[in-house]
């Protein structure tokens, strides 16, 4: 899922968290892929590590701040642009792969991460 640490939705890294330690021993990573395409990232990765450290306590994975739609958008997002006609139109989109990296479901920023449709998806690809 894209994130960014000053958006609005911000918030939602705790449940991302909850997600991590409800469903990790079943399989689940949660990634977080900051990005400052919406303007709403700060400067470097490790001020996204801190920040994210000291304001949610999160110990999700997650990656340098990366580009995620447009021509310097990440491969893993332009392919899911150019084969799923997914592209995020926000920060905290998020993308739910199976075990075999296809994408069982993507929702967008509003979509709380403990919502029935998103758990619900991710206990089906769990078994």
Sequence with gaps: MNTASLCGFAGQFDSLQQLQDRYADRGLIVLAVP?????QELASAAEVKE???????????????THVKGAQAHPFYRWMAETHGF????????????RDGQ?????????APLSAPITGAIEAALG
């Excluded at 994408?103 to 979509?111: F, Q, R, V």
């Design 87 to 98: 592209t995020p139109g926000w920060n905290f989109n998020k993308i739910l792969l199976g």
């Design 103 to 111: 994408p069982l479901g993507t929702w967008g920023a509003p979509a």
């Design 35 to 39: 990005s400052d395409d919406f303007r």
């Design 51 to 65: 920040y994210c450290s000291v304001n949610f306590d999160l110990t999700l994975r997650m990656t340098g701040i």
